[in-house]
């Protein structure tokens, strides 16, 4: 099967959706706005997945560490008609098999961490949730998918976790699913308080958002705990506009080197190593030296990378333009983010 990368995250090309759960309509500009009321109509009569069935998680671990990892994958498929819905089925034959290589591509990061669990969720499709401007992303997404996490995530925490300390991580459509969980997390004070970190990676985490939750607080370095940790990468070039994840107000940016949120340049052999795709194929991935600097920009919010190789990024990408690295957030610093990860849990843990 072919495998291209478009919008919000990963999909997989060639495959037809097996259901459809929420009427279409027509997909012009001109609909669009009724199009979404209606969706969101249909939203409030929403009946979340059932996540006692076991086939409806990507990772179901037998715990053996001290503390879990709730990984939410980023879009994993793509509608390949107009006349498919806009959110896929949790049985959608793409969706599995690009869910599957993102956990081998992201979640694995945390193994040596954690007990990972991750959900199967029905997403929204990526070209059309980048479509939508800036606040209609975060609504839209609100809906079946938020449902869906916020009832694994309810499940999990009654039947599976047992107590432990736990980190969320999630990418993208994860992320923007993740800034729905959180809040509600919030609202439960002996769940939050054994949140060791969130890492809401690939999708902006702004000033105002943090404004609206004062109850949750932005890392500002390498070891504090109960925070939330969210860079987006680009490059030094890229025009104003061009990095389609991005929304008009800046957002909050750590340095996934330094794990710090100053200016000033990590050097590309400050860091721990990348996890990229052998062949030129994104489905199999290994580590291979450092692959790129990290610099933060708060004026743009964003990290940008200068060593990155551009034209070997987009050649592997060519759907996506040039200069954004967006699916390649995880990848570029896989080894800071696991060491990352394995610091903040022994701070929490207080080894």
């Known amino acids: 099967m072919g495998i291209l990368f478009l919008a919000v995250g990963l999909a997989l090309s060639a495959q037809k959706l097996q259901a459809q759960v929420i009427p279409n309509a027509d997909s012009t500009d001109r609909d669009q706005a009724p199009r979404h009321e209606q969706l969101q109509r249909l939203a409030e009569k929403i009946i979340p997945t059932d996540y006692s ?4 998680w990507l990772s179901l671990p037998a715990p053996v560490k001290e503390v879990d ?9 793509l509608k390949t008609s107009k006349s498919e819905p806009d959110i896929c089925a949790l049985n959608n034959a793409s969706m599995l098999e690009g869910a599957s290589i993102l956990y081998r591509w ?3 990061a945390f193994e040596p961490v954690g007990n990972i669990y991750a959900p199967y969720y029905r997403q ?6 980048v479509s939508l401007h800036d606040d209609e992303r975060i609504k839209f997404t609100d809906g079946v998918p938020a449902h869906d996490i916020i009832a694994a995530f309810d499940y999990y925490i009654q039947h599976f976790n047992k107590g432990r300390p736990f980190i969320l991580a999630g990418h993208s459509q994860g992320t923007m699913v993740m ?13 939050y308080k ?5 890492y809401a990676i690939g999708y902006p985490v702004t000033q105002e958002y943090m404004d609206n939750n004062p109850e949750l607080k932005f890392a500002t370095g390498p070891n504090d705990t109960g925070v939330l940790i969210s860079f987006n990468t680009q490059s030094p070039d890229i025009s104003p506009g061009g990095n389609p994840i991005l929304i008009r107000k800046p957002a909050l940016v750590i340095n996934p080197i330094t794990w710090t949120r100053d200016e000033i340049p990590a050097k590309k052999d400050q860091g721990l190593g990348s996890f990229m795709p052998d062949n030129h194929q994104i489905k199999h991935f290994s580590k291979v030296e450092q692959y790129a600097d990290a610099r933060v920009d708060k004026a743009r919010g964003v990290v940008i990378c200068s060593t990155a190789d551009e034209i070997e990024i987009f050649n592997l990408l060519p759907s996506w333009p040039k200069g954004a690295y967006h699916v390649f957030d995880y990848a570029l610093y896989y080894y800071n983010i696991r060491q990352n990860a394995e610091n903040r849990t022994n701070k929490f843990l207080g080894k």
């Not at 069935?53 to 409806?56: K, Q, R, T, V």
């Not at 990892?69 to 498929?77: R, S």
């Open 53 to 56: 069935i076991a086939d409806h």
């Open 69 to 77: 990892i709730f990984y939410i994958y980023p879009t994993a498929w």
């Open 106 to 108: 992201q979640a694995s």
């Open 124 to 129: 929204a499709d990526a070209a059309y949730i």
């Open 179 to 191: 800034l729905t969980l959180l809040p509600h997390i919030v609202k439960n004070p002996a769940v």
């Open 194 to 198: 054994r949140m060791i970190a969130a």
